[in-house]
């Protein structure tokens, strides 16, 4: 199958500082890749589309200038959390769309923590 | 508007123990696909299997098979011969034929497979 890698794979950070998370396609190329954050024992909730060389389209009631998300290449996605706070801990989730079958691979994720 | 219900939280078996996992949806859309994923303690969704909305023949994979009935517009997956290893949170879902953007996931069953 297709991979997609997503580091940092955990992070910690102070209140007020601003983390990026990265998602890369390795094998194939993606015109689409998504963001999802996923709650302890949840499922997981589609918070932006990324798409290649234009603007995401966030979910409804995601922030886009809390949550910054640049698509720059074809291969690559990142989501910065801007000013985190404690309520932005989560496990965040990246996925890259694959044309040809139209099925998306994910990441491993990487989970925040917001002191 | 699309709905995935996978109405068991939790499961747990014996090893060696068949188990399915149960998956009903809700769409208008006349083509679609289905999904399920596999999340394991790491954190990284799977890939298992996609469907079309055409093909309702059953699939077998190893210990993993598939029932898609139209009809009822369900998509249950079985485990043959449970193992320690197929712990973990499995998910199913929903998306549109043409592009997968929007993928609607179900709650998730959380599987433990007992030694």
């Known amino acids: 199958g297709a991979v997609v890698s997503q580091h940092p794979s955990r992070v910690i950070c102070k209140s007020g500082t601003s983390v990026k998370i990265e998602c890369r396609s390795l094998?194939?190329?993606?015109?689409?890749m998504f963001w999802y954050r996923q709650f302890p024992k949840q499922s997981l909730m589609l918070m932006a589309t990324?798409?290649?060389?234009?603007?995401?389209?966030?979910e409804q009631g995601v922030e886009k200038d809390k949550f910054l998300i640049n698509h720059a290449s074809l291969t690559l996605s990142t989501l910065t959390v801007t000013s985190a706070h404690p309520e932005d801990s989560s496990f965040y989730i990246c996925?890259?769309?694959?044309?040809?079958?139209?099925?998306?691979?994910f990441g491993a994720g990487t989970r925040l923590s917001v002191l | 508007a699309q709905k995935v219900t996978q109405a068991q939280t939790e499961i747990s078996v014996v090893e060696k123990e068949d188990v399915t996992l149960d998956c009903v949806y809700e769409?208008?859309?006349?083509?679609?696909?289905l999904f399920w994923y596999k999340q394991p303690p790491s954190g990284e969704l799977v890939f298992l299997i996609r469907r079309n909305s055409f093909d309702e023949q059953n699939e077998i994979s190893g210990r993993y098979s598939w029932n898609f009935q139209k009809s009822t517009s369900s998509f249950n997956f079985t485990i043959t011969a449970s193992q320690v290893v197929d712990s973990a949170v499995y998910f199913c879902?929903?998306?549109?034929?043409?592009?997968?953007?929007?993928?609607?996931f179900g709650a998730g069953t959380r599987l433990t497979v007992k030694p």
């Open positions: 990324s798409n290649e060389g234009s603007k995401a389209t966030y």
């Open positions: 769409t208008r859309d006349t083509t679609y696909y």
């Open positions: 094998d194939f190329q993606a015109t689409t």
């Open positions: 879902a929903l998306s549109d034929y043409y592009n997968n953007n929007d993928m609607r």
């Open positions: 996925s890259a769309r694959l044309a040809s079958k139209n099925i998306q691979y």
